[in-house]
C-alpha cells in the first residue's frame, strides 16, 4: 500500500496549483461575481485562462479535447482547483457540467456528443441537470418524481415542475429526468431556448459559486424527439447512478481545497496575530481548533483517495461514494467553522474570503444527497450485507 504521489501526480498538483495562485485568486474580488454565482462575462474569462494554460475540461477524453484524466488525477487536481472559489469555473469541472459531461461521455449517441456535449468540453456552452422538484415531487427521493413524459408518435411530450436546478439561468441545454407511463424513469436531452421550457426564477441561495445559480424551470408540453432521448428508455435512475456516484466524490475534491483555503488563512492569522500577550495559536483552545482541522483534512483525503482508487478499478463505489460524502462534507463544514471562529471578526466579513467560503459550502451537506440519506442507504446496504470492502 503506497500512499506516495507518483512523480506524475505531483507534477499534475503543483501545475494546478501555480495556474490557480497565479491567475484565478487574483480575479476572487471582480465585481462581475454576483450573488447567483460568476457572471457570464466572467466565466468565459476564466475559461480563457484554462484554455491557454492546457487545464480546460481536463476531465473530459482525450477524443474529445480533455486529458482524460483518472479518478486519482482528479482527486489531486480538483483538490487544487477547488482552492479558490472560481477554479472549478475556470477549469470547467464546476457542477453540474462536470458530471454531465460524464454522462454524456458515457450514455450519449455519437450525434448527441457532436450537438452538446462537444461545445460543452470547449466551454462555449453550459448545461442543467432537471430532476429535483418541488413537493409532493422528487428530492432526496427520485422515485417521488411527478414529471411526467408521453409518447406522441415520434417525440415525447413532457411535463412538470423543477427547482433548485443548478446553473439553469444561461444554460444552452438541460438533461431532464421524467417518470414514463409504466413509472420507470428516462432522461431527455433539450435545448433550453424552445417552447415549453420556462425559466421562472432563480432561487435565493446562501452560496454564490455556480454560474446561473439555481433555477425553477416549468415544462409545459415540452415536445422532445425521440432522437433526444439520453441512453435507453426507461433507465434513467440507472443512468442517475452513473453520474452521481462520481459526481459525489468531486463535489468532496472541490470541498477540500476550499476547507485547505480557509485553514491556511485561519493559521497564517493564528501565527501572527497577538491577543493577551502572546500569539494567537499559543492558546490552547485555538490550537486544538488546528489541531482539529488538520485531522478532519487528512480524514477527508483519504476518504477521497481510496474511493478514487476503487473508481479507476473498476469498481461502482455507490455504498463507498455515499460514505465518502459524508465523511467528507461533515469534516470540511467542520474545517471551515472552525477557520471562521478563529479569525473572529475577520471570519463573519468580507476581509478574508473566507466567510465566502463558509456560506458557500453549508450546502454541501445536502447537495448530491443529504448525509442523512446517505447514512439511511448505507445502513440498508449493511443489513443486507451489500456493504463494501
Not at 422538484?133 to 432526496?140: I, R
Not at 417518470?179 to 433539450?190: I, R, V, Y
Not at 483534512?297 to 483519504?302: D, G, N, Q, Y
Not at 469498481?315 to 474545517?335: D, T, Y
Request: with cysteine; glycine share 10%.
Amino acid at each position: 500500500m503506497d500512499f506516495s504521489l507518483t512523480p506524475e501526480l505531483k507534477s499534475l498538483q503543483l501545475e494546478v496549483r501555480a495556474f490557480v495562485a497565479e491567475h484565478i485568486i487574483p480575479l476572487e474580488k471582480d465585481a462581475r461575481q454576483t450573488a447567483h454565482g460568476p457572471s457570464e462575462d466572467l466565466r468565459e474569462e476564466l475559461v480563457g485562462l484554462a484554455r491557454r494554460a492546457g487545464l480546460l475540461t481536463p476531465h473530459a477524453s482525450v477524443e474529445l479535447g480533455g486529458r482524460g484524466w483518472t479518478h486519482m488525477q482528479k482527486a489531486i487536481a480538483f483538490e487544487e482547483a477547488g482552492y479558490s472559489t472560481l477554479g472549478p469555473t475556470a477549469m470547467n469541472i464546476h457542477a453540474p457540467d462536470e458530471g454531465n459531461i460524464h454522462l454524456l461521455e458515457v450514455v450519449a449517441t455519437p450525434a448527441q456528443k457532436e450537438r452538446w456535449l462537444k461545445p460543452m468540453v470547449q466551454g462555449k456552452i453550459r448545461s442543467c441537470f432537471a430532476m429535483t422538484e418541488p413537493a409532493p415531487g422528487a428530492g432526496a427521493d427520485p422515485s417521488m418524481m411527478q414529471t411526467t413524459a408521453v409518447k406522441d408518435g415520434d417525440h415525447y411530450v413532457i411535463n412538470g415542475d423543477k427547482w433548485f436546478i443548478t446553473g439553469a439561468d444561461g444554460a444552452s441545454f438541460a438533461i431532464i429526468m421524467a417518470k414514463m407511463e409504466d413509472g420507470t424513469a428516462t432522461m431527455f436531452l433539450s435545448d433550453m431556448n424552445v417552447p415549453g421550457i420556462e425559466h421562472v426564477r432563480t432561487m435565493d441561495a446562501m452560496d454564490a459559486c455556480f454560474t446561473g445559480g439555481h433555477g425553477v424551470l416549468k415544462f409545459t408540453n415540452l415536445r422532445v424527439p425521440a432522437s433526444d432521448v439520453l441512453g435507453e428508455v426507461g433507465k434513467g435512475f440507472r443512468y442517475a447512478q452513473v453520474r452521481l456516484a462520481p459526481a459525489r466524490l468531486t463535489h468532496c475534491m472541490r470541498w477540500l481545497g476550499q476547507a485547505r483555503r480557509a485553514h491556511d488563512i485561519a493559521l497564517n492569522y493564528a501565527r501572527n496575530r497577538q491577543a493577551f500577550g502572546v500569539q494567537l495559536g499559543a492558546h490552547e483552545g485555538v490550537s486544538f481548533m488546528l489541531a482539529d482541522n488538520e485531522i478532519d483534512l487528512h480524514t477527508a483525503r483519504l476518504h477521497i483517495w481510496h474511493t478514487a482508487w476503487m473508481l479507476d478499478q473498476g469498481e461502482r463505489c455507490n455504498f463507498e461514494s455515499s460514505r465518502a460524502k459524508v465523511a467528507c462534507s461533515e469534516a470540511e463544514w467542520r474545517v471551515v467553522d472552525r477557520s471562521v471562529q478563529i479569525l473572529g471578526g475577520q471570519g463573519v466579513t468580507g476581509e478574508t474570503i473566507v466567510s465566502r467560503i463558509f456560506t458557500d459550502m453549508r450546502a454541501f451537506r445536502i447537495y448530491d444527497g443529504p448525509s442523512e440519506v446517505h447514512r439511511f442507504s448505507m445502513g440498508k446496504k449493511m443489513i443486507a450485507g451489500r456493504e463494501g470492502h
